[in-house]
């Protein structure tokens, strides 16, 4: 009976949404930063189908007699936030074998029902790219990331591109993570490090070098090999680099490879960007940075500082935040721009950094980061100043579908904390390390 | 040049002058230079906060504090301006200055492995007042620090109390020997050794407050460095710092407390607001962990409004950084206070709780913790609400000294 029940409500449900679906909802008098573009006063966004159909205010938005309301006078929305760099979920990547597994795909590792999700939900963000860990020179393959509510599955949350295919980038990494002095296949030096992925590159120039060959004769073809199919994904451009670095030297190593052999780089983390800045830019790479309450904790961090992302701004070079969950709490991810902009980044660019520069890193940029015309209807609700301390993110919607809403007790659990906020896939970002890796 | 790079040359060669000539830092004002400081709004902590407010320092001490109009500024008083005045910051508990920010094996002092109960271990013997993390928490504005070992033991050693600023540990340090660090809970597990449960832990905590009173019955008591502190605990002198997170872990400290009519202070307290009845029963104080320290584990129910949940229940509440084990090394207390200030506490209920609060919990309020005549002159300066990402503290005062003027 119970089963019937719920039966009953299921489909009921259903009907609800798809018709919550097609109908224009139209929500008004909040102020909207719309990330590109000024910011609206009295702005309208109206959303159908998941989709974004109109941005602007009353002399440029036309509201129909059948769109529902919403009326959020006093609040603010903006796109909901790119996470460039995360662990939510509990992925863990590669393992001890061999330094470099590129055939290792974390879409086979990450719990789609953890409460980190939710937690990073309550946080406003809506996109993300889940990474293994960084103990190898290359810890395999990462994956992006819709959150969706009430995911029962991986595939409830992928992003597919054009051609139907799951999106994702693939993990490097340089500076002491990968290094285990004396022990099997793993390197001893930072230049034994750039010699082993360079191999790498060269065994997988050769591998495309024979499937280029080998044309449409097959017996020619070379035996299939996931780890080089990855890499060739790699060398064509169709698969980013998320490349840990710390130290200012090894952000050069990364820069070079990448210039070696023309693969496209997100430098991940970027410690010592702001002694690098100028050479970032000149090389056209993105960054993705983190923002570390106090410097140290590793050797290769002990120069990290709030003014990176005034650096990168400086320098003219692109840039976005990350959370690195649980290193920094995917809850309070917008703090990342309040303490950029204390030490001296400009509070659009800092906005820009949550939104837009992640989606374009992550190849989303038509898709995600901005509240545009024809864009998904990824947005956040806040209740005021999104720097401000005393704001708080009421409302998360993902694809038109509103995932998080702090005045619900359930989901309020998720952005405070408290019993039932935590899963046995957080402890204390243990499934993560475990592959030796740490960030 | 870049704004990045000059602001780094800054911090430079401030450190500099710290490092390696201090003395040019103090010559450029008086050794216990005489200094006005002028606040649009003067958090005293000490009364209603003051607009347009005058915190007059003679000789290291607060001489006078009051409006702008009640006080006259003597002309040969150094003025320093800000928007926000408040007392120096403290940090209730952290682990800097044993631990560094290298977080290598020879800065890393805060625990040795050597045994699961050694109360006798002496923080003064460990405490490195140049470690840079302790210039880190004071160019935000703290003052005053209640460090040493850290949890992660039954008994991992003493905590002291010390001021940010001063050449050397005798000069730094305010309360050489301030409270025993004792851990209940999955952290006080050793591996390979006892304690393995938390029912073994309790014991073995019982264990040594019984030796320790047997001890002081004695004609000629053992004078042996454990029996000595241990006989200081049992004779209500020092508290012991107890770290319990996990509900059950803080019932114990309350028991074992009671059994042995023993001071305690309850530290970490992750579970609180689910028993704020019986700890305000307790009438123990309470050092909440660090607001955005990360769930999981004993940690699990972690909250946010936990301090405000206390608070609310009248259990006094103070702030912590706490021990780090990894990155960032350390929590800087100010936005801990402010994460909290965001989620259920008032803005003055905060800042209380990194100042007088603090202050009276870890028993120093006769000296720091609020702007009254006859204190410390310990001063932090900001150029807006102290508790917003945005705003910058703009100058630290310790002792009566403009010990940091870095914009952070």
Redesign the interface.
């Given at each position: 009976m119970k089963k019937f029940l719920f039966v009953l409500l299921f489909l009921g449900g259903l009907s609800l949404f798809t018709f919550g679906q097609g109908r224009q909802t139209a929500f008004i008098n909040a102020r909207i930063i719309p990330i590109v573009g000024a910011p609206i006063e009295q702005g309208i966004l109206i959303v159908q189908n998941g989709k974004i159909t109109a941005v602007g205010d009353a002399r440029t938005v036309r509201l129909s007699s059948e769109v529902t309301i919403v009326d959020l006078k006093g609040k603010v929305i903006m796109p909901g936030f790119v996470d460039t760099h995360s662990h939510v979920g509990s992925p863990a990547g590669a393992d001890s074998t061999a330094p470099i597994q590129p055939d290792v795909r974390i879409l086979d590792s990450v719990n789609p029902r953890a409460l980190s999700l939710q937690r990073a939900q309550a946080g406003g963000i809506s996109t993300v790219n889940v990474m293994p860990g960084s103990g190898h020179l290359d810890s395999g393959q990462t994956l992006y990331l819709k959150l969706r509510d009430d995911a029962l599955k991986i595939d409830d949350l992928l992003i597919l591109d054009k051609d139907g295919k799951y999106m994702g980038g693939i993990k490097f990494a340089n500076g002491t993570n990968a290094l285990r002095t004396g022990s099997g296949p793993f390197p001893g030096t930072r230049a034994k490090s750039a010699a082993l992925v360079r191999d790498q590159f060269i065994k997988a120039q050769e591998y495309r070098d024979k499937i280029a060959k080998a044309g449409s004769d097959k017996p020619k073809l070379p035996a299939r090999d996931l780890a080089m199919e990855a890499l060739v994904e790699v060398l064509d451009r169709k698969r980013v680099v998320h490349f840990h670095t710390h130290r200012h030297d090894d952000i050069m190593t990364a820069l070079r490879l990448a210039k070696e052999f023309n693969f496209r780089i997100v430098l991940q983390h970027v410690s010592e960007a702001?002694k690098v800045?100028d050479e970032i830019a000149k090389s056209g790479a993105h960054s993705s940075i983190i923002m570390?309450?106090?410097?140290?904790?590793?050797?290769e961090?002990?120069e990290i500082?709030y003014?990176n992302g005034?650096?990168l701004e400086?320098?003219g070079a692109p840039f976005g935040f990350h959370t690195d969950d649980?290193?920094t709490?995917s809850r309070?991810f917008i703090?990342s721009a309040?303490?950029a902009?204390?030490a001296?980044l400009s509070r659009d660019k800092a906005l820009y950094a949550m939104t837009m520069a992640g989606a374009i890193m992550l190849d989303m940029a038509d898709r995600v980061g901005s509240l545009e015309t024809g864009k998904d209807a990824d947005f956040i609700v806040l209740s005021g100043d999104p720097?401000?301390?005393?704001t708080?993110i009421e409302q998360t919607w993902v694809e038109g579908k509103k995932v998080f809403d702090r005045s619900r007790a359930e989901d309020l659990v998720f952005?405070?904390?408290?019993?039932g906020?935590?899963d046995d896939g957080?402890?204390?970002?243990g499934a993560h390390c475990s592959d030796g890796g740490?960030? | 040049m870049s704004k990045a790079f000059t602001s780094g040359t800054r911090k430079i060669t401030f450190r500099i002058a710290l490092g390696l000539c201090i003395s040019a830092v103090i010559f450029a004002i008086p050794a216990y230079g005489q200094i006005a400081v002028k606040g649009e709004t003067v958090w005293t902590m000490a009364g209603a906060p003051i607009t347009n407010g005058v915190v007059l320092i003679k000789d290291g001490k607060i001489e006078a504090v009051g409006t702008a109009n009640s006080i006259t500024i003597p002309s040969n008083y150094r003025v320093l301006n800000a928007k926000v005045v408040t007392p120096g910051l403290i940090d209730a508990h952290t682990v800097i200055g044993l631990n560094g920010y290298l977080n290598q094996p020879h800065d890393q002092m805060a625990l040795d492995g050597g045994g699961s109960f050694q109360p006798e271990l002496r923080a003064t013997d460990s405490y490195n007042p140049e470690e840079r993390l302790i210039e880190v928490v004071r160019q935000y504005g703290v003052t005053t620090i209640h460090t040493g070992h850290q949890p992660s033991a039954l008994a991992s050693g003493q905590t002291m109390i010390a001021k940010t600023w001063g050449k050397n540990v005798d000069e730094a340090t305010i309360v050489p020997t301030a409270m025993i660090a004792v851990t209940l809970g999955s952290g006080a597990n050793a591996s390979g050794r006892s304690p393995g449960t938390r029912a073994k832990q309790a014991s073995m905590l019982r264990a040594e407050l019984i030796k320790a009173q047997e001890n002081a019955a004695k004609k000629e008591p053992a004078k042996d460095l454990k029996s000595q502190i241990m006989d200081r605990v049992i004779k209500r002198e020092i508290p012991l710092l107890i770290n319990a997170e996990a509900a059950q872990d803080i019932m114990t400290a309350i028991r074992i407390a009671r059994e042995f009519n023993i001071k305690i202070v309850l530290d970490g307290v992750a579970d609180g607001h689910m028993i704020a009845n019986e700890i305000k029963a307790s009438g123990y104080g309470v050092i909440v962990h660090a607001t955005m320290a990360r769930p999981g584990g004993d940690r699990a129910n972690l909250t946010l409004e936990n301090a405000a949940k206390l608070r609310a229940a009248g259990i006094p509440v103070a702030i912590q950084s706490g021990y780090e084990g990894y990155v960032p090394k350390t929590r800087i207390v100010l936005f801990e206070a402010a994460m909290a200030a965001a989620n259920g506490l008032s803005r003055e209920e905060a800042l209380s709780a990194i100042t007088i609060d603090a202050a009276k919990i870890l028993g120093i309020e006769n000296r720091v913790g609020s702007l009254a005549v006859g204190k410390d002159a310990d001063i932090a300066m900001y150029d807006g609400d102290p508790f917003e990402w945005t705003t910058h503290c703009t100058g630290t005062i310790i002792n009566g000294r403009l010990v940091s003027d870095v914009i952070k």
């Open positions: 702001w800045a570390i309450d106090s410097p140290g904790g590793k050797l961090t002990v500082d003014k005034a650096a400086k320098a649980g290193i709490d309070w703090r309040g303490v902009v204390r001296g720097l401000s301390i005393y708080h952005a405070v904390g408290g019993k906020a935590t957080d402890l204390s970002h740490n960030e | -």
